[in-house]
């Protein structure tokens, strides 16, 4: 039961079409646009070939209802449906061979496969037709060119309207939310109004409407552009139909060309645009998506690495400092003097190795800072400053709020990095006796100061091969924040990092 509703679902749909098809052919001798093709392949893509006995029932009815005033004989109509129905199947076989099932129009390729799919389909429908009249003696050879090619474009330029709307927006991610609904149907007006004002002109003036074709690709993508193209292909197509605006020629043919030509290019135009936009777009999403795995397959290397560090060499280095001891305490025992030769060098031996675990622990602990997930981004600054300080000698003050800052994973373990490099930078650089951290949440914005007594530097006379300054700056860039340098020399340096927070 509830495939049979379907069908007569789809032969509904696609009759209407039709019959506004044949209303727009009849009313000005313009057979330029035949929605029906696009209705066809549309229902039949998106809900699947096993539909297609809706598509021939409805133009079977169309058919029927037809038939009394029309002149053409029945087997030309029948000959008629058969074509129509080949084209909406053989054109989703050959779209979905080339596009897929799942076809959103926003890749260039889909573009072009609805364009081949649409063409080779509508030209089996022309063809059929165009036969199925010569041998009903209703079109002569000559007039057979004429009658194919106008026939062909009517469905291609139908197609090329109806078949991306359906597909944009029954496979596309909407973006017509908030602000931006408010813009859509602004531009949607100037599609409307710039369509009617070029038509309405003494000049050819359809030029005019392509600015709102472009807005809608650029700012609504797919959506946005077969929406605007629809709305600019109707109001052409009517005003053609009533004998008005600059697509009506003296004759029909004529006037059906210049129409078909009109709304296929700017179809394939807008289309090709939105599509390039998306493209981009998506890269753009890829490649931050891209970033942010290698930092967690970096984060994941460096936990590697510390625990091997941790399991080893941090290990080994403490044992040593054990049997050190033991050797000192067994001199002792033996009533040895512990400051002969074998003491001191096994005191040198102790204190060497003490230096060394304490710098594998600093090291481990710049590695995987567990303070960082467990307590958060001040915390863990504050323990790297004192492993810093101890090891350095150099005096750091870490201020920041006790609770956790409104910051996710990612920019948090982002900030602790850059906070570190900064440290780094002020023991390496600035020749400083202290340094602070200030770190603070407000208006939306997290920010973090790192400060020294150093000698400072000049920022201006810094050139873009100051490799270490440029990486801080692609840090922050990539987390939509902003980074500022203050330093004068003799005066110390301020580097200060804003990030927005996150709920």
């Known amino acids: 039961m509830r495939y049979a509703a379907g069908v007569l679902l789809i032969a509904g749909g696609y009759y209407t079409a039709a019959q506004s098809g044949e209303t727009l052919l009849l009313t000005g001798g313009v057979g330029a646009f035949w929605p029906a093709t696009g209705v066809g392949i549309a ?49 989703v076989i050959i779209l979905q061979r080339l596009a897929g099932r799942r076809a959103a129009m926003d890749r260039l390729a889909q573009v072009g496969a609805v364009f081949v799919a649409v063409a080779v389909g509508e030209a089996l429908a022309a063809t059929v037709a165009i036969l199925a009249r010569w041998a009903g003696g209703v079109v002569e050879v000559p007039e057979m060119a004429v009658f194919w090619g106008s026939w062909w474009l009517g469905g291609v330029a139908g197609g090329l309207v109806v078949v991306p709307l359906a597909l944009a927006w029954a496979h596309g991610r909407s973006v017509w939310r908030g602000r931006r609904a408010g813009e859509g149907a ?112 970096a984060a994941l290397e460096r936990q590697r690495i510390a625990r091997d560090l941790h399991d080893s060499v941090s290990q080994s280095l403490f044992s040593t400092t054990l049997h050190v001891r033991t050797a000192q305490r067994a001199l002792e025992l033996e009533e040895l003097d512990a400051t002969g030769p074998v003491g001191e060098e096994l005191s040198e031996i102790g204190q060497l190795t003490r230096g060394a675990l304490a710098e594998m622990r600093a090291l481990i602990f710049e590695l995987q800072p ?40 990612e920019v948090e373990d982002q900030l602790y990095r850059l906070g570190q490099e900064a440290l780094a930078n002020v023991v390496k650089h600035a020749r400083a006796s202290s340094a602070a951290v200030c770190i603070a949440a407000r208006d939306d914005i997290v920010w973090m100061e790192v400060s020294d007594n150093g000698r400072g530097f000049d920022p201006a006379a810094v050139g873009p091969g100051h490799f270490g300054l440029r990486s801080m700056r692609g840090r922050v860039a990539d987390l939509g924040g902003r980074l500022e340098v203050r330093s004068t020399p003799g005066r110390g340096t301020v580097l200060r990092v804003e990030v927005p927070a996150q709920g």
């Open 43 to 91: 229902l039949l893509y998106v809900g699947g070939l096993r539909w297609w006995p809706g598509i021939l029932l409805g133009d079977l009815v169309g058919t029927i209802v037809d038939l009394p005033g029309d002149p053409q004989p029945l087997g030309i109509a029948l000959a008629d449906t058969t074509g129509h129905v080949a084209r909406a199947v053989v054109a």
């Open 186 to 297: 602004l531009m949607l007006a100037a599609v409307a109004g710039l369509s009617v004002i070029a038509l309405s002109a003494e000049q050819p003036l359809t030029y005019m409407v392509f600015p709102a074709f472009i807005w809608a690709a650029l700012r609504f993508g797919p959506q946005g552009a077969t929406l605007a193209v629809a709305i600019g292909a109707v109001i052409a197509v009517v005003a053609t139909s009533h004998q008005q605006g600059f697509f009506v020629e003296l004759s029909p043919t004529d006037s059906a060309l210049n129409l078909q030509l009109y709304i296929t290019f700017a179809a394939l135009t807008t289309l090709c645009l939105a599509s390039i936009v998306s493209e981009r777009r998506r890269a753009a999403l890829e490649l931050a998506e891209s970033h942010r795995h290698e930092g967690e397959r």
């Open 370 to 409: 567990g303070a960082l997930a467990e307590e958060g981004l001040v915390a863990a600054l504050t323990k790297q400053a004192s492993a810093l300080s101890a090891r350095e000698g150099l005096m750091i003050e870490v201020d920041g709020p006790d609770e956790r800052l409104p910051l996710g994973p």
